[in-house]
């Protein structure tokens, strides 16, 4: 069946949980299709620092600033993974993952968000039990309704048990590197998106406000043509006249007021954004023929109660920061399948003792699909979607009918000052590499101080059109300015 889709669509959101997102998802964890579903039972537990058990909890609108729960931003790199995992910084080589480190790690993690000044604050009341906390289907109806109207992934594993951006390198280009943290966020390697170029298939990656950050991480999406980016407003438009690229990918809003579900923002407005993007391409004329990706790119800290498996292959020799050899994966996160040749109420999954499905599955199921060889070892042992295609007549039904999008107050508290999101210094930091003519006699010049999340919005949206600009008017770069520019 999947020889009929010709347009694969990826919305990769930040940074949130299976649990915590979709953990309640079905009560009795059976899905009306009688699948197999790991949610919670309710009465899963982590101790605090006394040792104390406390339990997951249902988020729901009674509770202050519900929509930004946990509250604060929780710990997400290497070591607090492991913390998490396994109750350590570091773990053996032969350590058992118990997944009971969650509120003790969050403990620390307020205590140091506290420590950082008032820009990184915990909201009014957060406590480190509100790490247990886990959305109702009630609260995240658009995600929820699809999971429930299509498909659910509940073993859908982020590739790597680290930050944001090796697991968004692993989403592009099947490795990371070796690098296991978000300092590092140009790679060398080919991506996805040149595959694609290489063998003649079509691809568009898609901002939300402005292209996408990720268009700086690889060589091969740094000289693709401009009319392979663009924004939020130019995919729905490509749905509405049934031009959408066989392979389009989605980024979020980056800023601390936008709609990419980081913790701790507002995930009202995450769930407009799943609304809108789920629309676009429904109302459009390419819809039978489309399967849409719904998918985060790692848990962010948040409670899971399932250890990610081990058993990952590593995807080069490239040998990993902190000692760490790619051999386990990292936390669940949301996987929502969309497409009107899916069955209701389905729970994809591969059976017992394969390779579970991690990002390099999308990268798989795009070289199913189009006949394209793999970039690493990880993304040729994934298994692909195409299983999931189960309905030769494709559904008219619309599962979101009557679906209200949630709206969220607003957090119950005053915000000095707005500063630029970690995401949001990254693209900035990536844009101020552009190789803007002009710039002190040299390709690359130093990055104004961005205050505010505003003056990274201006910055990124400047330099970005002043290299469109140039690119436009002006020959590329030699390769004696480009050696100068590293």
């Not at 995930?267 to 819809?287: H, T």
């Not at 690359?444 to 330099?463: E, F, N, V």
């Amino acid at each position: 069946m999947l020889a009929t889709i010709k347009h694969i669509v990826v919305l990769m959101l930040e940074n949130r949980s299976f649990d915590q997102m979709l953990g309640f998802l079905y009560p009795g964890n059976v899905s009306p299709a009688g699948h197999a579903f790991e949610g919670l039972t309710g009465n899963e537990t982590n101790p605090d620092g006394q040792g104390n058990p406390v339990q997951v909890f249902p988020i729901t609108a009674l509770k202050e600033n519900a929509y930004y729960t946990p509250g604060a931003d929780p710990g997400e790199d290497f070591q607090d993974n492991n913390i998490q995992l396994y109750g350590t910084s570091s773990p053996g080589a032969n350590a058992l993952a118990s997944s009971t480190g969650f509120v003790v790690n969050y403990e620390a993690a307020l205590a140091s968000d506290t420590k950082k000044g008032k820009d990184w604050t915990p909201l009014p009341g957060t406590v480190a039990s509100d790490i247990m906390g886990i959305f109702t289907p009630q609260m995240l109806p658009v995600l929820s309704g699809l999971a429930r109207g299509f498909a659910v992934c509940d073993h859908w594993f982020s590739s790597v048990p680290t930050m944001t951006m090796p697991n968004r390198a692993f989403a592009c280009a099947a490795t990371s590197q070796g690098h296991m943290d978000d300092k590092s966020h140009s790679f060398t390697v080919p991506s996805i998106f040149g595959l694609l170029t290489a063998n003649g298939v079509s691809w568009v990656g898609y901002g939300y406000n402005e292209e996408p950050l990720f268009r700086g991480n690889f060589p091969d999406t740094l000289s693709a043509p401009d009319s392979n980016f663009g924004t939020f407003a130019d995919f729905k438009q490509a749905a509405s006249n049934g031009t959408l690229p066989s392979y389009a990918f989605l980024e979020p809003e980056w800023s601390s007021t936008g709609n990419s579900q980081h913790p701790n923002y507002d995930v009202a407005l995450g769930e407009k954004y799943i609304y809108d993007v789920y629309y676009a391409p429904r109302n459009g004329p390419d819809w039978n023929e489309t399967l849409l990706i719904v998918t985060y790119d790692e848990h962010g800290g948040n409670f899971d109660h399932v250890p990610p498996p081990r058993g990952a292959v590593p995807p080069d020799d490239t040998p990993g920061e902190f000692g760490f050899d790619f051999t386990r994966f990292g936390v669940r996160v949301p996987g929502v399948l969309v497409s009107p040749l899916i069955a209701p109420g389905a729970v994809f999954r591969v059976p017992p003792g394969a390779t579970p499905v991690d990002h390099t599955s999308i990268l798989k199921t795009l070289e199913m699909r189009w006949n394209l060889p793999s970039l690493t070892a990880r993304d040729r042992a994934a298994p692909d979607f195409g299983g999931v295609l189960t309905l030769a007549d494709a559904r008219t039904d619309d599962p979101l009918a009557g679906v209200v999008v949630p709206t969220s107050p607003g957090p119950k508290f005053h915000k000095v000052t707005d500063p630029p999101s970690p995401l949001q210094l990254i693209h900035a930091e990536l844009v101020s590499r552009l190789p803007v003519p002009g710039d002190s006699g040299s390709f690359k010049h130093l990055m104004t101080p961005l205050a505010t999340s505003q003056d990274a919005t201006a910055y990124i949206h400047d330099r970005i059109a002043r290299w469109r600009k140039s690119r436009t008017h002006s020959p590329a770069p030699t390769a004696a300015a480009k050696a100068r520019a590293k």
